[in-house]
């Protein structure tokens, strides 16, 4: 009796396991097409300084050649190194054929934890007059990493937000997940493939300036090492579609259950 018992416990959480796995594809989001991908093998002439007052600088272009930490691709040897708070470059996104279900930026930056006074290093993606900024970074004040949500759809601007993920000395994994359909408002940030930050009510705006550095003199430095940056679409399953895919799932495991009482 209790060998049954476990058997049919074990089976229920099998079945729930799978379901919840079907559902975590079916009602997810998948990546697209590449907009733009730069792993600043090629040097940095995808990248642009940008305009501001005052005026900003580029960040140097290092390879393992001089400095170790310089990259993060496996059998890669170039990257962007963060030394001044001036440093800052982007790169626009062709607006044509512009995703509608959402936009992923993902890239990699490596902190050496600089805790001086008014150290910042911020990475984001944009509108082109800035009007919506959604980014991720590490800020001297913080112990922990922070997000970044310039507007709220009510006018608000939390601005930067300071997350549960600790910041430690090496090569870490910013991700953030734009999701203008069927949720225009709702972004996912992730550090490390972990969920740092779940953002509703941010203004939904078609983000295609991506932005490496501050730029801004006032916060006097600003280090690490940038890499490997990747702009993707999104696609996310009509409700009606994923609900069909965990229906089926369900199913299945009925039919092998019903099998299995035959037997």
């Known amino acids: 009796m209790t060998t049954k018992l476990a058997r049919k416990s074990a089976t229920r959480l099998f079945a729930s396991l799978i379901v919840l796995a079907v559902a975590r594809v079916a009602f997810g989001q998948t990546n697209g097409p590449i907009l733009f991908s730069d792993d600043l093998e090629n040097g940095a002439n995808a990248w642009t300084i940008y305009p501001g007052v005052p005026i ?152 295609n300036r991506v932005v490496l550095g501050l730029g801004f003199a006032d916060n006097i430095y600003q280090t690490g090492y940038v890499d490997d940056v990747l702009v993707t679409t999104l696609t996310v399953p009509e409700p009606g579609v994923a609900s069909l895919v965990v229906l089926g799932a369900l199913i299945a495991i009925g039919r092998k259950k019903s099998r299995a009482r035959s037997v």
């Open 56 to 207: 900003c600088t580029a960040p140097q272009y290092v390879t393992t050649a001089t400095d170790p930490n310089a990259n993060h691709t496996l059998g890669g040897s170039a990257g962007f190194q963060l030394t001044a708070a001036s440093d800052r470059v982007y790169h626009d996104i062709s607006l044509t054929g512009f995703p509608t279900d959402g936009v992923h930026l993902s890239l990699w930056y490596y902190d050496i934890e600089d805790r001086r006074a008014y150290s910042f290093e911020p990475f984001d993606i944009r509108s082109p007059n800035s009007s919506q900024v959604l980014g991720l970074g590490a800020y001297y004040h913080f112990d922990n990493y922070a997000v970044r949500i310039l507007k709220n759809a009510n006018g608000s601007s939390p601005n930067w937000i300071e997350t549960g993920v600790r910041r430690t000395i090496g090569w870490h994994h910013f991700e953030l997940f734009q999701y203008r359909q069927p949720s225009s408002d709702t972004v996912d940030f992730y550090i490390d493939g972990a969920l740092a930050y779940h953002a509703t009510g941010a203004m939904d705006a078609t983000l």
